[in-house]
Nanobody, 123 residues
Framework: QVHVAESGGGLVQSGGSLRLSCVAS????????MGWYRQAPGKEREKVAV???????EYSDSAKGRFTISRGNTENTVHLQMNNLLPEDAGVYYC?????????????????WGQGTQVTISS
């Protein structure tokens, strides 16, 4: 069982900043990618930023230059620093963990999601 927990969402004024955090836990867990996805009301879930185990980061066009994804000091932790937030950044932010677990019968793929954290932007 892999557990993913997000924190750090909230209400912020347009132009403000928020820092989201995500922690993944599970025995024999090996993570290849951790990422943040956003889902606005009535819209599809979309990728915001993803970081690999080698610390290679990818961003959506709207996130480039304003958001920074980074690995935390604690194992299996990732942060998303969001600056200069805009109304269109609002939504539920989900953390995704992609990798595998080492089981007695071999590796089992992992593609797990957290429950999400709400980000609200006031204009």
């Amino acid at each position: 069982q892999v557990h993913v927990a997000e924190s750090g969402g909230g209400l912020v004024q347009s132009g403000g900043s928020l820092r989201l955090s995500c922690v993944a836990s599970g025995s024999a867990l090996r993570i290849a990618f951790m990422g943040w996805y956003r889902q606005a009301p009535g819209k599809e879930r979309e990728k915001v930023a993803v970081i690999s185990e080698a610390d290679d980061a990818e961003y959506s066009d709207s996130a480039k230059g304003r958001f920074t994804i980074s690995r935390g000091n604690t194992e299996n932790t990732v942060h998303l620093q969001m600056n200069n937030l805009l109304p269109e950044d609002a939504g539920v932010y989900y953390c995704n963990v992609f990798g595998y677990r080492l089981g007695s019968a071999g590796p089992h793929s992992v593609d797990a999601w957290g429950q999400g954290t709400q980000v609200t932007i006031s204009s």
